[in-house]
């Protein structure tokens, strides 16, 4: 019997919804500032559909481009600008940024109560500490797609150990009471850690890698993964044809997390909105 599809596509919708409806209420627009280093395609691709997806849902979207050869000193005086800026409840910095530019150093200039990505170190270790906090979107979408299944005792792995993904997500899991463990390329046994697992959130990166064999009967299998192959085609981490013979649900790539990232970078200025606005 095929898994149950877990829909991206509508969750992300009727998420999007949600916060529209909720931006309608308000006296103000939430105002979100994208900042975008150079000139990376799938990165203007990605912007282009955060400022689409913010107009929709009546939110302000503020998109700066700056030249490939930006130092890192501009940088962060853009970002000092954003933080100062009343109108901005939101900062996003595109990544990847150019090789003269330190990742850590524009984290920790952007203001956490600013930080809908959830990367600053404030909001990172408030999520490890149980505290609310901006979470990173793709973890935080994850959490949507699982609102229904019960993850108090469940066993969980998390493929991949990135601050983007596989650290926050584990941190997320942990705080619903899920059993988690966190395996990545030098675990060993990888394998067998998945077949113990009831949840497997797969974030490492190397395409169709988690073979349905891997899988636990009965399982649900999230796949963080995109992939591009050769021939074009897009896959995830997981092989998804495999594993969807012996999990209970699973996410399809595209359509399946992918959808919620934005989503929740939509949900998470709102938030910071109201927050920073004491509304």
Same mark, same amino acid.
């Given at each position: 019997?095929?898994?149950?599809?877990?829909?991206?596509?509508?969750?992300?919708?009727?998420?999007?919804?949600?916060?529209?409806?909720?931006?309608?209420?308000?006296?103000?627009?939430?105002?979100?500032?994208?900042?975008?280093?150079?000139?990376?395609?799938?990165?203007?691709?990605?912007?282009?559909?955060?400022?689409?997806?913010?107009?929709?849902?009546?939110?302000?979207?503020?998109?700066?481009?700056?030249?490939?050869?930006?130092?890192?000193?501009?940088?962060?005086?853009?970002?000092?600008?954003?933080?100062?800026?009343?109108?901005?409840?939101?900062?996003?910095?595109?990544?990847?940024?150019?090789?003269?530019?330190?990742?850590?150093?524009?984290?920790?200039?952007?203001?956490?109560?600013?930080?809908?990505? +959830?990367?600053?170190?404030?909001?990172?270790?408030?999520?490890?500490?149980?505290?609310?906090?901006?979470?990173?979107?793709?973890?935080?979408?994850?959490?949507?797609?699982?609102?229904?299944?019960?993850?108090?005792?469940?066993?969980?792995?998390?493929?991949?150990?990135?601050?983007?993904?596989?650290?926050?997500?584990?941190?997320?899991?942990?705080?619903?009471?899920?059993?988690?463990?966190?395996?990545?390329?030098?675990?060993?046994?990888?394998?067998?850690?998945?077949?113990?697992?009831?949840?497997?959130?797969?974030?490492? +990166?190397?395409?169709?890698?988690?073979?349905?064999?891997?899988?636990?009967?009965?399982?649900?299998?999230?796949?963080?993964?995109?992939?591009?192959?050769?021939?074009?085609?897009?896959?995830?981490?997981?092989?998804?044809?495999?594993?969807?013979?012996?999990?209970?649900?699973?996410?399809?790539?595209?359509?399946?997390?992918?959808?919620?990232?934005?989503?929740?970078?939509?949900?998470?200025?709102?938030?910071?909105?109201?927050?920073?606005?004491?509304?």
């Amino acid at each position: 019997m095929s898994a149950r599809i877990i829909d991206g596509k509508l969750a992300a919708a009727a998420l999007r919804a949600r916060v529209a409806a909720t931006v309608t209420g308000l006296s103000f627009r939430p105002g979100l500032a994208v900042v975008l280093v150079g000139e990376d395609p799938a990165s203007k691709i990605y912007v282009r559909s955060k400022d689409r997806a913010a107009a929709q849902a009546g939110i302000m979207a503020r998109t700066i481009y700056l030249p490939a050869d930006t130092t890192e000193a501009a940088l962060l005086a853009q970002i000092a600008a954003l933080n100062a800026d009343p109108d901005i409840d939101g900062i996003l910095v595109q990544m990847p940024l150019p090789p003269q530019i330190q990742v850590d150093a524009v984290l920790d200039a952007i203001d956490p109560a600013k930080d809908v990505d +959830g990367l600053t170190p404030v909001s990172a270790g408030r999520l490890l500490a149980g505290r609310a906090s901006l979470q990173p979107c793709t973890p935080r979408g994850v959490m949507h797609l699982l609102a229904e299944m019960e993850l108090s005792g469940l066993r969980a792995v998390v493929l991949g150990r990135s601050v983007l993904v596989g650290k926050p997500m584990a941190a997320l899991l942990t705080n619903a009471n899920a059993t988690v463990t966190i395996a990545h390329s030098r675990t060993r046994d990888l394998a067998g850690e998945c077949r113990r697992a009831d949840l497997v959130v797969a974030a490492i +990166g190397r395409p169709e890698m988690i073979r349905g064999d891997w899988i636990k009967q009965g399982a649900v299998v999230i796949d963080v993964g995109i992939n591009r192959l050769a021939d074009g085609r897009l896959v995830g981490d997981v092989d998804y044809a495999e594993a969807a013979l012996i999990a209970d649900a699973i996410t399809p790539v595209p359509g399946g997390v992918g959808p919620m990232t934005i989503a929740c970078l939509l949900e998470n200025t709102v938030t910071a909105a109201l927050i920073r606005r004491r509304v």
